[in-house]
Nanobody, 115 residues
Framework: QVQLVESGGGLVQPGGSLRLSCAASGFSFSSYAMSWYRQAPGKERELVAGISSGGGDLNYADSVKGRFTISRDNAKNTVYLQMNSLKPEDTAVYYC????????WGQGIQVTVSS
């Protein structure tokens, strides 16, 4: 059974930090590119950051470059998103996605940036 389980979300003040984790099981994690997406109320889901299967290729949305860092630990079947200097506009439900031959999505986790 394929599972992607996000954790680490919550409420944080502007300027603060959070680290999201996405634990994978049920498929060959190290063979899959992984991404983080987010969806704010009333908006379309958008790509935040992506990382190749081996971790050597990274890409980021312009809106998070220099503030967010994606990484992965293939030994732990986990992908991370370190989010620093958070802004209210980063408020959204964050999803992890696995992509290779198939696409798998996590259930999403809420991140709220507010004072």
């Amino acid at each position: 059974q394929v599972q992607l389980v996000e954790s680490g979300g919550g409420l944080v003040q502007p300027g603060g930090s959070l680290r999201l984790s996405c634990a994978a099981s049920g498929f060959s994690f190290s063979s899959y590119a992984m991404s983080w997406y987010r969806q704010a109320p009333g908006k379309e889901r958008e790509l935040v950051a992506g990382i190749s299967s081996g971790g050597g290729d990274l890409n980021y949305a312009d809106s998070v470059k220099g503030r967010f860092t994606i990484s992965r630990d293939n030994a732990k079947n986990t992908v991370y998103l370190q989010m620093n200097s958070l802004k209210p506009e980063d408020t959204a439900v964050y999803y992890c996605k696995a992509l290779r031959l198939w696409t798998y999505w996590g259930q999403g986790i809420q991140v709220t940036v507010s004072s």
